[in-house]
């Protein structure tokens, strides 16, 4: 069943003095279905981000529209959004945006104080996320006191704890070693076969490469879409580097 609808989305940006455009996205249409783990990839500026936001509703399209679960994003009062994303909609950053001033367990929490769920209703979602997580062990912890993929682990129960529609995630590997990388991607995968949907902007194939789809983006356009089919994660992981080498010499794929 389709979830996301991305519907001729176009974002053009005007110059500081407005003498010149900059067009972001030119044309972008594709579905996500619930429960697919969808990876976006491109060249720095190919509007990869911003399509990211535009989709997080933190930016709007200057034509288009964005629909989840079939209402559109246009249609929602700028007074109403915050709430929106709340409700909706879960991130992954690659800085993974957590607060110095409280402990994990604060921190996956607090989408959860913010929507005022009753005080007996917090532990009883927060165990069995941080568990799945492996950071069950660390939730007194502060960020400053734990590993960078655990930092990111955290940030993913935060994002997952308030059961959103629609999983996002920025570049989550970036700032990452490979073991840890490697364990937040298989957490990604657990989620994704759990019934999460889920849509990453990576730079990294090894990354895509754990995902059921690829959509490559060039200059503000959809140039090709791979799907896993049958493949395991080294063969998906060729066939992606493969396309990587045609949108970077700006051919078209076979």
């Known amino acids: ?26 044309d972008i249409s594709f579905e996500v279905c619930e429960g697919e783990f969808v990876a976006i990839m491109g060249p720095s500026g190919s509007g990869k981000s911003t399509l990211l936001n535009i989709i997080a509703s933190l930016d709007k399209p200057s034509s288009g ?30 800085e993974f945006n957590l607060l110095d001033t409280l402990t994990l367990r604060d921190n996956i929490l607090l989408p959860l104080v913010l929507a005022r769920v009753p005080l007996a209703e917090l532990e009883a979602r927060l165990i069995p996320v941080a568990r799945q997580l492996g950071i069950e062990e660390l939730l007194d ?45 298989g957490q990604f995968r657990a989620l994704n076969e759990k019934g999460h949907t889920l849509l990453m902007v990576t730079h990294s ?39 990587l080498l045609v949108l970077e010499d700006g051919g078209t794929d076979a």
């Not at 679960?69 to 690659?94: C, H, M, T, W, Y």
């Not at 400053?144 to 529609?165: D, F, H, L, M, W």
């Open 1 to 26: 069943m389709e979830l996301l609808r991305i519907d001729h989305v176009r974002r053009v940006f005007n110059t500081r003095l407005g003498f010149k455009q900059c067009i972001a996205l030119r």
């Open 65 to 94: 529209d964005i629909y989840l679960s079939g209402k559109g994003l246009k249609a929602i009062p700028e007074r109403e959004l915050s709430a929106f994303r709340r409700d909706n909609l879960g991130f992954v950053f690659q």
């Open 141 to 185: 912890k502060f960020p400053y006191e734990v590993s960078g993929g655990e930092k990111q682990r955290t940030a993913v129960a935060r994002a997952v704890i308030t059961n959103p529609k629609l999983l996002l995630a920025d570049e989550p590997t970036g700032a990452l070693d490979s073991r840890a990388s490697a364990n937040l991607l």
């Open 205 to 243: 194939a090894l990354a895509a490469s754990h995902a059921g789809r690829v959509l490559f983006i060039r200059d503000g356009e959809l140039f090709n879409q791979l799907y896993r089919g049958e493949d395991n994660n080294r063969a998906f992981y060729e066939r992606i580097t493969a396309s």
